[in-house]
Nanobody
């Protein structure tokens, strides 16, 4: 059974940084794509960043240049480095594992439980 366990969320001031981590278990980590979604109160869940098994990355426009997704296949972990955070980044962030298809479409197989990120002064 696949498990995705997030950590690293919390409270941060505007302009600050956080790094989210997600430890995956249950199947061969290196062959699957990984992604981070977020859901803010009253808003739809959105895909923030994804990374293929080969290391190719994609970002939603609002986080480009501020967030970086990376993966450590030796330790079955995916990261989301978040810099220059703003209150608009406040949300529950979910780690996901899935597959990418042609044109870069990312399909989720499994979800983590989520971790809260709150950006406030």
């Amino acid at each position: 059974q696949v498990q995705l366990v997030e950590s690293g969320g919390g409270l941060v001031q505007p302009g600050g940084s956080l790094r989210l981590s997600c430890l995956a278990s249950g199947r061969i980590f290196s062959v699957y794509a990984m992604g981070w979604y977020r859901q803010a109160p009253g808003k739809q869940r959105e895909l923030v960043a994804s990374i293929t098994s080969g290391g190719n990355t994609k970002y939603v426009h609002s986080v480009k240049g501020r967030f970086t997704i990376s993966r450590d296949n030796a330790n079955n972990t995916v990261y989301l480095q978040m810099n220059s955070l703003s209150p608009e980044d406040t949300a529950v962030y979910y780690c996901t594992q899935g597959r990418t298809y042609k044109l870069g479409t990312y399909i989720v197989d499994y979800w983590g439980q989520g971790t809260q990120v709150t950006v406030t002064s």
